[in-house]
Structure formats: structure tokens, C-alpha cells
């Protein structure tokens, strides 16, 4: 199963984007404290829409209950690493964790140094500071996803159906 770890969180807004994609991508959230907000937030659960009841969350005290809990295969995403985050195998047995930092200062260094050959970043402009974190983790959970081969995801469409843009009834509206 694959996992998307928030390491102190704090903008309410990027948290319910990234649950939102969570839902989407069957992916279970994990969120260790501290956090910049409160879950109850207006603006997380308007980001989140009406996708979080179907969420699969859980919340850590520190890091050392997450890690003591969860073994399995960790990535690190940070802008501190030279293997960029396709170079990654996500396709080893095991659960797979991506781990995502505070929005203005990553993941703590000392939780870095002591992961060096998990970390991956995801390349960019080198005049740019930095990506949204809902982008990164979207980056991110979607080339873990396709190496794996969209385990379980739909590859149609389902709401309107599938050949929604062929018929004929739908088309003549435009």
C-alpha cells in the first residue's frame, strides 16, 4: 500500500488538497505533530470538499510513533537530494511511505541526515525556491503510482461514463 506522510503540516488549505488526492489515489494520510491548524479548519475542510469521510487518516505525536509504527519503504522529499524522484523504486514489495515537510521549513534536517539514501527531490528551475507541497505530493504519489501501474485506479470515466464525449446526445449540446 502507499502512504503520503505530512511532517508538521501547517497551511490548512495544502492539507485538504492533499486529502482530497489521497482519496482519489487510494492512499492512506498520515499526519505527525505538530500542526499549523486544527482538522476541524473551515479552509482544510473546503479545500478537502467532501472527500474526507471517505479518507483514511492517521495522526502521530512525534516522529519516533510514526516510524516505530510504520515499517516499510520510505522517500523523502526534499530539495537537499541529487536522485530525483522518478530515479526512485516504488515498486518493491512492501508499504511505500512519502514523506513531506512543513511547508516553509521541510522536513526536519536531523530526520534527513539519518534517511540520506531515501531522499529524492523533484527537479525544478534553479531560481525557483520551492513547489506547492499539494503539487509535490500530486508529483509524487502519481510516479509512485505508475511504476506500479495504477494499482486499482479507474482508467475510465466513471461519473458520466465512459464514452461521454462519442455519443451523440452529449455532443450536439455545443
Same mark, same amino acid.
Given at each position: 500500500m502507499n502512504h503520503i506522510v505530512l511532517i508538521?503540516?501547517?497551511?490548512?488549505?495544502? %492539507?485538504?488538497? $492533499?486529502?482530497?488526492?489521497?482519496?482519489?489515489?487510494?492512499?492512506?494520510?498520515? $499526519?505527525?505533530?505538530?500542526?499549523?491548524?486544527?482538522?476541524?479548519?473551515?479552509?482544510?475542510?473546503?479545500?478537502?470538499?467532501?472527500? $474526507?469521510?471517505?479518507?483514511?487518516?492517521?495522526?502521530?505525536?512525534?516522529? *519516533?510513533?510514526?516510524?516505530?509504527?510504520?515499517?516499510?519503504?520510505?522517500?523523502?522529499?526534499?530539495?537537499?537530494?541529487?536522485?530525483?524522484?522518478?530515479?526512485?523504486?516504488? %515498486? *518493491? *514489495?512492501g508499504d511505500h511511505y512519502l514523506l513531506f515537510g512543513h511547508e516553509h521549513d521541510g522536513i526536519p534536517h536531523d530526520i534527513l541526515r539519518a534517511h540520506l539514501e531515501e531522499c529524492v527531490r523533484i527537479p525544478m528551475y534553479a531560481d525557483s525556491r520551492s513547489l506547492n507541497l499539494s503539487n509535490t505530493v500530486a508529483i509524487g504519489i502519481y510516479e509512485c503510482l505508475r511504476q506500479q501501474d495504477f494499482p486499482d485506479l479507474v482508467r475510465h470515466e466513471v461519473q458520466k461514463g465512459e464514452h461521454f464525449l462519442t455519443e451523440e446526445s452529449d455532443t450536439k449540446r455545443y
Amino acid at each position: 500500500m502507499n502512504h503520503i506522510v505530512l511532517i508538521h503540516p501547517a497551511i490548512p488549505q495544502n %492539507t485538504g488538497n $492533499i486529502m482530497r488526492t489521497c482519496v482519489a489515489t487510494n492512499t492512506h494520510l498520515h $499526519i505527525i505533530k505538530p500542526m499549523g491548524f486544527s482538522l476541524d479548519d473551515k479552509h482544510m475542510k473546503r479545500a478537502g470538499l467532501d472527500y $474526507i469521510k471517505d479518507l483514511k487518516l492517521t495522526i502521530y505525536e512525534d516522529w *519516533e510513533d510514526f516510524e516505530a509504527k510504520n515499517p516499510g519503504h520510505y522517500h523523502f522529499y526534499t530539495r537537499y537530494s541529487n536522485q530525483t524522484y522518478s530515479e526512485a523504486n516504488y %515498486t *518493491e *514489495e512492501g508499504d511505500h511511505y512519502l514523506l513531506f515537510g512543513h511547508e516553509h521549513d521541510g522536513i526536519p534536517h536531523d530526520i534527513l541526515r539519518a534517511h540520506l539514501e531515501e531522499c529524492v527531490r523533484i527537479p525544478m528551475y534553479a531560481d525557483s525556491r520551492s513547489l506547492n507541497l499539494s503539487n509535490t505530493v500530486a508529483i509524487g504519489i502519481y510516479e509512485c503510482l505508475r511504476q506500479q501501474d495504477f494499482p486499482d485506479l479507474v482508467r475510465h470515466e466513471v461519473q458520466k461514463g465512459e464514452h461521454f464525449l462519442t455519443e451523440e446526445s452529449d455532443t450536439k449540446r455545443y
